[in-house]
């Protein structure tokens, strides 16, 4: 944590607490010969009533543990749907990259599967967004080049 504060530490110890407290608690990955890294993502469009921000979330599992999740509101207004999803992709790139990159240094074989309606929209639809749409499209084009580097 670079810049942690007090309540950062409160946190730390409280969840540091709630694990001793069961020991049974943990992520447990089988003994395969490679894991399945799959990414799943998805957005709530307009669903904030005060608002009119959409909701994005995604899960990271590694095999069948979850290694990763997050559920956020936006931070801008989408005007469609098909925003909305494709600002949900843009939230997991970043964090695949990051888990690709740990994988390899830790030299973890895995395979990759990534689902959700905005991969669906950008792929099968070729959708067509507006010009503040481009820096979306090259930050996930940046980060997928990034990836294969």
Not at 5 to 22: G, M, N, Q, T
Not at 70 to 88: D, G, H, I, N, P
Not at 122 to 135: E, I, L, P, R
Request: hydrophobic fraction near 35%.
């Amino acid at each position: 944590m670079q810049s942690s504060r007090e309540p950062h530490f409160k946190a730390a110890i409280h969840v540091l607490k709630y694990l001793k407290s069961d020991p049974t608690l943990g992520l447990f990955l089988s003994n395969a010969q490679t894991y399945d890294l799959k990414a799943h993502c998805d957005s709530d469009w307009a669903s904030c009533p005060d608002s009119s921000k959409s909701f994005s979330g995604y899960l990271v599992l590694l095999g069948d543990c979850t290694i990763s999740w997050k559920s956020k509101k936006q931070e801008t207004v989408s005007l469609s749907f098909a925003e909305a999803e494709y600002r949900s992709i843009r939230n997991v790139v970043g964090e695949l990259v990051w888990l690709r990159r740990l994988l390899i240094e830790l030299t973890i074989p895995y395979t990759e599967s990534f689902e959700g309606e905005a991969l669906d929209l950008t792929v099968s639809c070729n959708c067509q967004f507006g010009a503040k749409d481009d820096s979306a499209q090259l930050y996930v084009r940046h980060h997928e080049e990034a990836s294969t580097k």
